[in-house]
């Protein structure tokens, strides 16, 4: 873990002024990084009988494929609007200006599944807890939640559901 973390960049004002940005690029070129990220973030869902994990568009990807990869799951895109080919459902959240949408498609997500929803860090929780709506609307049968990277200070956690079995590798 003190591996991992020593590969994750600082970016001071990114994207604002007063944004701590925790850069994971740095973490994902480095191979033994990438390797330890992959094998840890699997160990927590080894035995869970995951078959979907679901990546939240665009860092979430990454890590997404790499756990659905290790775990022997499919791995689904949740994306900004308009980027999905096929029938989609989506979910409007709020936003500290404004709003966002959150979509997938709508045939992504059967009862018979077990997810894992990951992005690659908990700040305000907003994101996610849209995304756990839009999983839950297909009805799987079990919802996880997952991030590399948890921001304590924000409070993330206090925004997404109640029931959620929320996991992070790394609490700053
Ligand atoms: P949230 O506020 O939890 O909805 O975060 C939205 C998205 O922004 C997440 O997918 C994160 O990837 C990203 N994000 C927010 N804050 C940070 C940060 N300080 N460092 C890196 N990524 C961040």
């Known amino acids: ?3 991992i973390k020593s590969k994750i960049r600082d970016v001071v004002d990114f994207p604002t002024k007063g944004i701590l940005f925790k850069d994971l690029t ?3 070129k ?3 990084a990438l390797h330890i990220i992959g094998w840890d973030l699997s160990q927590l869902y080894r035995d869970k009988g995951v078959t979907k994990v679901v990546g939240i568009e665009s860092r979430g990807f990454i890590g ?3 756990l659905a990869f ?3 799951a499919g791995f689904v895109p949740a994306r900004k609007p308009g980027k999905l080919p096929a029938d989609t459902v989506k979910m409007e959240y709020a936003k500290e200006y404004g709003t966002d949408t959150i979509e997938m498609h709508r045939d992504a997500i059967g009862p018979d599944d077990v997810v894992v929803i990951h992005d690659d860090v908990l700040a305000t929780g907003g994101t996610m807890a849209a995304c756990y709506e839009l999983v839950k609307s297909m009805n799987p049968k079990k919802i996880y ?3 590399i990277i948890e921001l304590e200070a924000l409070n993330g956690r206090s925004t997404l559901p109640a029931d959620a079995e929320v996991t992070s590798l790394i609490k700053y």
């Open 1 to 3: 873990m003190e591996y």
């Open 26 to 28: 740095t973490a994902f």
């Open 30 to 32: 480095d191979p033994r």
């Open 64 to 66: 997404g494929s790499i």
């Open 70 to 72: 290790e775990l022997g």
């Open 145 to 147: 939640i997952n991030f």
